[in-house]
C-alpha cells in the first residue's frame, strides 16, 4: 500500500485473535498470518509479504530479531514479550499507530515491552 500514511499491521500466528478484532474496531488496518493462509510459513516469508504489502509485522517469535534481518528493509516488527496481556498489545500498537509513519517503521524493531 505504497502511499499510505498509517502504519499497516500483520499478527503472526502467535499474537491472540482478540488483538486483530480489537484493532479493527479501531479502525486500524490489520490481518494476519492465520487470515491469509501463510499459518507455518517461515520468517523470511512472512516477513517479505509483509513487506510487498507495506505491513509491520507483529509477533512474539524471536527469530525474527536475527542480526541481519531475513529480508532487508522490511516494513518493520514489533516484538511483543511471551506473556504480555492482550490490552498490553493493543496499547503498544495503537501507540506506534499513532506517532509513527511506515516510513519511520521501515527497517525498524520496537519491543513492546519497552512502550509500556
Known amino acids: 500500500?505504497?502511499?499510505?500514511?498509517?502504519?499497516?499491521?500483520?499478527l503472526d500466528e502467535n499474537i491472540p485473535r482478540a488483538v486483530l478484532d480489537a484493532l479493527r474496531r479501531l479502525k486500524i488496518d490489520a490481518t494476519s498470518v492465520d487470515e491469509l493462509r501463510l499459518k507455518g510459513a517461515n520468517?523470511?516469508?512472512?516477513?517479505?509479504?509483509?513487506?510487498?504489502?507495506g505491513?509491520?509485522?507483529v509477533t512474539y517469535d524471536t527469530d525474527f530479531l536475527a542480526d541481519p534481518p531475513a529480508v532487508a528493509n522490511h516494513a518493520g516488527?514489533?516484538?511483543?514479550?511471551?506473556?504480555?496481556s492482550v490490552g498490553s498489545i493493543l496499547r503498544a500498537v495503537q501507540l506506534i499507530?499513532?506517532?509513527?509513519?511506515?516510513?519511520?517503521?521501515?527497517?525498524?524493531?520496537e519491543h513492546a515491552s519497552s512502550l509500556e
Do not use: N, W, Y
Open 77 to 84: 516488527i514489533v516484538f511483543v514479550r511471551a506473556g504480555m
Open 55 to 57: 505491513r509491520v509485522v
Open 43 to 53: 520468517d523470511p516469508d512472512v516477513l517479505q509479504l509483509a513487506k510487498a504489502q
Open 1 to 10: 500500500m505504497a502511499g499510505s500514511t498509517d502504519v499497516l499491521f500483520l
Open 97 to 109: 499507530h499513532g506517532v509513527c509513519s511506515p516510513d519511520e517503521m521501515t527497517g525498524r524493531i
